[in-house]
């Protein structure tokens, strides 16, 4: 907030910001408290509607663009959560969070589906792959606190509600469970061992985009992708290993933690750089650090702390996950593979942020900053607080498992002979994890190294590569060539709609215009305005009910 108040004096609709940041945080708060599955679905919806609006806040055609994209892909996670929410309360009666894992393992493949939906439609708003179009839209063109709220926080409560869901009904309560070896184990195992390799997909994925970028934004945004890739990883470990998944749990929880702090001080770096320059692209920046040397250092604990340089506070929540991970390979050596692909992500982060702190701050350059210079004001006063923070974290590992996570381990199910033994007197601080880490670190700068000196960075890959485009073609193969067999002449397929699906432009034709396309010859009857008409009658039914139990007696 105190580095929002200087940056939005340049900004027009200041007091509105405001109050939608706000309401967001308000909402952010909620979904974290609530007691009950609908509770968390109500705020959930509710930081979706609040936060679409920081993301239009620009109001020109590109913010308006990416604001649509985010509120469609918004509301079709929370359709999947509310469809998943409906299949629980209705084979359950009940969506306090609580185990049931007795009732579900009745419900045959019912339950596996049911799982999808919480983690596709809580994976939406995480930026998890194939889901993540939104993100890197939306961050280049929200004011930058608002970025650093989309990426800093607000991602992290998709993560949450997957971690909230998967340990509350799918793991077996204190008095059910004996040992790892019990058949209670079985499903959040299942669904642990998809979620490690979902998670490892996402880290590879985003960490490709980011090295391709050349938006800092952007740069950030699929960064943003790729961590929270350790995030599901994390997570997916928390339930792969049961009764003895401490780990994972201590390691997803501490990296939402730790990757709110180094994400928001990055994305505010980007915001100072923004507001000196009025420039985003860094092959146009350079020499930064002889100009705002304040900055140049906290992008640099940002950047250590991001790439798990030891003293830092990732390097904490990094080995931690690896631990982890490096379990679930003991049990299954198909992980070994999944460890292997964590190392070489974790060197991939740091080849792109050397890119970053390369162009953007070290690289000689022509460059002149006549109307730059060095002051101290409360954006510094913000940078340097969260700065600290990440130091102390990194210099302090064990403060967050002794004050926030321990308490909560011992309120779940885990062993409490393997969280005192493994958890509340970890030390991460050995030679070998430390070696690791600068292992990966070393690799990271070589790679860069190479790729600049060859001039790799410039390479683009073609459109017809996309996310967008890849995914949508089977759909346009199928449904052009389904007519034509099943019709013949008498298709009713419309073909300039349908030949959007194979163009290959992705800025021009996006995921959510693919997707309504898709929909729209697949079924004539949903039109691209009915489907801005459900969505805005959805988000009021939605806001009514909320203030409808918020103003009665009815407890929730």
Same mark, same amino acid.
């Not at 019912?110 to 939906?117: N, R």
């Not at 998967?166 to 061992?193: C, H, N, R």
């Not at 938006?215 to 470990?237: C, F, R, T």
């Not at 607080?385 to 974290?393: D, F, G, P």
């Given at each position: 907030?105190?580095?929002?108040?200087?940056?939005?004096?340049?900004?027009?609709?200041?007091?509105?910001?405001?109050?939608?940041?706000?309401?967001?945080?308000?909402?952010?708060?909620?979904?974290?408290?609530?007691?009950?599955?609908?509770?968390?679905?109500?705020?959930?919806?509710?930081?979706?509607?609040?936060?679409?609006?920081?993301?239009?806040?620009?109001?020109?055609?590109?913010?308006?663009?990416?604001?649509?994209?985010?509120?469609?892909?918004?509301?079709?996670?929370?359709?999947?959560?509310?469809?998943?929410?409906?299949?629980?309360?209705?084979?359950?009666?009940?969506?306090?969070?609580?185990?049931?894992?007795?009732?579900?393992?009745?419900?045959?493949?019912?339950?596996?589906?049911?799982?999808?939906?919480?983690?596709?439609?809580?994976?939406?708003?995480?930026?998890?792959?194939?889901?993540?179009?939104?993100?890197?839209?939306?961050?280049?063109?929200?004011?930058?606190?608002?970025?650093?709220?989309?990426?800093?926080?607000?991602?992290?409560?998709?993560?949450?509600?997957?971690?909230?869901?998967?340990?509350?009904?799918?793991?077996?309560?204190?008095?059910?469970?004996?040992?790892?070896?019990?058949?209670?184990?079985?499903?959040?195992?299942?669904?642990?061992?998809?979620?490690?390799?979902?998670?490892?997909?996402?880290?590879?994925?985003?960490?490709?985009?980011?090295?391709?970028?050349?938006?800092?934004?952007?740069?950030?945004?699929?960064?943003?992708?790729?961590?929270?890739?350790?995030?599901?990883?994390?997570?997916?470990?928390?339930?792969?290993?049961?009764?003895?998944?401490?780990?994972?749990?201590?390691?997803?929880?501490?990296?939402?933690?730790?990757?709110?702090?180094?994400?928001?001080?990055?994305?505010?770096?980007?915001?100072?750089?923004?507001?000196?320059?009025?420039?985003?692209?860094?092959?146009?920046?350079?020499?930064?650090?002889?100009?705002?040397?304040?900055?140049?250092?906290?992008?640099?604990?940002?950047?250590?702390?991001?790439?798990?340089?030891?003293?830092?506070?990732?390097?904490?929540?990094?080995?931690?996950?690896?631990?982890?991970?490096?379990?679930?390979?003991?049990?299954?050596?198909?992980?070994?593979?999944?460890?292997?692909?964590?190392?070489?992500?974790?060197?991939?982060?740091?080849?792109?942020?050397?890119?970053?702190?390369?162009?953007?701050?070290?690289?000689?350059?022509?460059?002149?900053?006549?109307?730059?210079?060095?002051?101290?004001?409360?954006?510094?006063?913000?940078?340097?607080?969260?700065?600290?923070?990440? %130091? $102390?974290?990194?210099?302090?590992? *064990?403060?967050? @498992?002794? =004050?926030?996570?321990?308490?909560?381990?011992? &309120?779940? /199910?885990?062993?409490?002979?393997?969280?005192?033994?493994?958890?509340?007197?970890?030390?991460?601080?050995?030679?070998?994890?430390?070696?690791?880490?600068?292992?990966?670190?070393?690799?990271?700068?070589?790679?860069?190294?190479?790729?600049?000196?060859?001039?790799?960075?410039?390479?683009?890959?073609?459109?017809?590569?996309?996310?967008?485009?890849?995914?949508?073609?089977?759909?346009?193969?199928?449904?052009?060539?389904?007519?034509?067999?099943?019709?013949?002449?008498?298709?009713?397929?419309?073909?300039?709609?349908?030949?959007?699906?194979?163009?290959?432009?992705?800025?021009?034709?996006?995921?959510?215009?693919?997707?309504?396309?898709?929909?729209? %010859? $697949?079924?004539?009857?949903?039109? *691209?305005?009915? @489907?801005? =008409?459900?969505?805005?009658?959805?988000?009021? &039914?939605? /806001?009514?009910?909320?203030?409808?139990?918020?103003?009665?007696?009815?407890?929730?």
């Amino acid at each position: 907030m105190i580095y929002a108040h200087e940056y939005m004096k340049r900004e027009k609709h200041e007091t509105r910001f405001f109050f939608f940041l706000a309401l967001t945080y308000s909402s952010v708060l909620g979904t974290i408290v609530s007691g009950d599955l609908l509770a968390m679905f109500l705020f959930f919806e509710l930081m979706t509607l609040s936060s679409y609006m920081l993301v239009i806040h620009g109001q020109n055609e590109e913010s308006y663009k990416a604001g649509y994209n985010y509120i469609i892909m918004g509301l079709i996670g929370g359709f999947l959560i509310l469809t998943a929410l409906i299949l629980l309360y209705f084979n359950i009666g009940d969506l306090q969070f609580v185990s049931a894992i007795g009732q579900l393992q009745t419900m045959g493949n019912l339950k596996y589906w049911i799982m999808g939906l919480l983690v596709f439609g809580f994976g939406i708003k995480a930026g998890m792959a194939p889901v993540h179009v939104w993100l890197p839209r939306a961050h280049p063109v929200a004011p930058t606190p608002a970025s650093a709220l989309l990426s800093g926080v607000m991602i992290k409560i998709g993560a949450y509600g997957i971690l909230r869901v998967a340990v509350s009904y799918y793991f077996p309560s204190k008095d059910s469970i004996t040992s790892l070896t019990d058949p209670l184990w079985e499903v959040a195992q299942s669904i642990g061992g998809i979620l490690i390799w979902t998670g490892i997909v996402t880290m590879a994925l985003g960490a490709f985009m980011a090295l391709l970028q050349e938006n800092i934004k952007k740069l950030l945004a699929y960064s943003s992708v790729s961590q929270m890739g350790y995030i599901i990883v994390g997570i997916g470990v928390a339930l792969f290993l049961g009764y003895e998944g401490a780990l994972g749990y201590t390691g997803a929880i501490y990296h939402i933690f730790n990757h709110a702090l180094f994400k928001s001080l990055l994305f505010m770096v980007a915001g100072v750089i923004y507001y000196h320059t009025k420039e985003l692209n860094m092959y146009k920046l350079g020499g930064i650090w002889k100009e705002l040397p304040f900055t140049s250092v906290i992008f640099l604990v940002g950047m250590l702390g991001i790439i798990g340089f030891p003293g830092f506070n990732g390097y904490i929540s990094k080995t931690i996950i690896h631990h982890g991970l490096t379990e679930a390979a003991q049990v299954s050596q198909v992980f070994y593979f999944a460890e292997a692909m964590f190392i070489i992500v974790s060197a991939m982060t740091v080849t792109y942020f050397m890119k970053m702190l390369y162009y953007v701050f070290l690289r000689k350059t022509d460059n002149e900053y006549p109307t730059l210079t060095f002051d101290i004001s409360s954006l510094d006063l913000a940078l340097g607080s969260v700065a600290l923070l990440i %130091v $102390l974290i990194g210099l302090s590992p *064990k403060f967050l @498992i002794n =004050s926030l996570i321990g308490p909560q381990l011992f &309120s779940t /199910t885990y062993s409490s002979d393997f969280i005192i033994g493994h958890i509340m007197n970890l030390n991460v601080y050995v030679i070998k994890d430390i070696l690791m880490s600068l292992l990966i670190i070393f690799i990271g700068v070589v790679v860069f190294m190479i790729i600049r000196r060859y001039k790799l960075f410039s390479i683009k890959l073609p459109k017809w590569l996309s996310l967008e485009y890849l995914f949508f073609l089977p759909s346009y193969l199928l449904m052009k060539n389904l007519c034509y067999i099943l019709y013949g002449d008498k298709c009713l397929i419309n073909e300039k709609d349908l030949g959007k699906l194979a163009d290959k432009d992705t800025e021009k034709i996006g995921f959510i215009d693919r997707f309504i396309i898709t929909a729209n %010859v $697949l079924n004539k009857r949903y039109e *691209k305005s009915i @489907i801005k =008409s459900d969505a805005l009658i959805y988000a009021v &039914s939605i /806001t009514a009910v909320l203030i409808y139990l918020l103003f009665s007696n009815i407890n929730i």
